[in-house]
C-alpha cells in the first residue's frame, strides 16, 4: 500500500516563501517519479513540478520556472517543493503523485500517475 502525505502548507504574504513535503511509505521509494500539481477553485489541475525517480532530472512549469524547486531525500522517503516568491495567483491546493517507472523524464500529466495525497492548501494573500 502506497500512501502520499503532503504538509507544509499555509497562509502566506506575496513575495513569501513555503516549503512543501510529501512523505511517501511504502516499498521502493527509490523507485518512484513524483510530481507535484495544483488546483485552484473553478480551474483543472496542472502540472507544477516534477522529479525522475533518482533525482536525476527535474522539471517545472513555466509560471513557477526560477521561483520553485523540486527535490527528494530517498533516505527520509520524502519529495520537497521549495516555493519562492510566492504571488496571489499561486493561490491553490497542491497535491503530489507518484508513479513507478524509473525513466529519465518528467511524468507531465496527471494521469501518469498512480498514487496521490490529500492535498495542502496554499494561499498567498496580495
Known amino acids: 500500500q502506497v500512501q502520499l502525505v503532503e504538509s507544509g502548507g499555509g497562509l502566506v504574504q506575496a513575495g513569501g516563501s513555503l516549503r512543501l513535503s510529501c512523505a511517501i511509505s511504502g516499498p521502493t521509494f527509490g523507485s518512484y517519479a513524483v510530481g507535484w500539481f495544483r488546483q485552484a477553485p473553478g480551474k483543472e489541475r496542472e502540472f507544477v513540478s516534477g522529479?525522475?525517480?533518482?533525482?536525476?532530472?527535474?522539471n517545472h512549469a513555466d509560471s513557477v520556472k526560477g521561483r520553485f524547486t523540486i527535490s527528494r531525500d530517498n533516505s527520509k522517503n520524502t519529495v520537497y517543493l521549495q516555493m519562492s516568491s510566492l504571488k496571489p495567483e499561486d493561490t491553490a491546493v497542491y497535491y503530489c503523485?507518484?508513479?513507478?517507472?524509473?525513466?529519465?523524464?518528467?511524468?507531465?500529466?496527471?494521469?501518469?500517475?498512480?498514487?496521490w495525497g490529500q492535498g495542502t492548501q496554499v494561499t498567498v494573500s496580495s
Open positions: 522529479i525522475t525517480w533518482n533525482g536525476g532530472k527535474t
Open positions: 503523485a507518484a508513479a513507478l517507472v524509473r525513466l529519465q523524464a518528467i511524468l507531465l500529466v496527471a494521469s501518469q500517475y498512480r498514487y
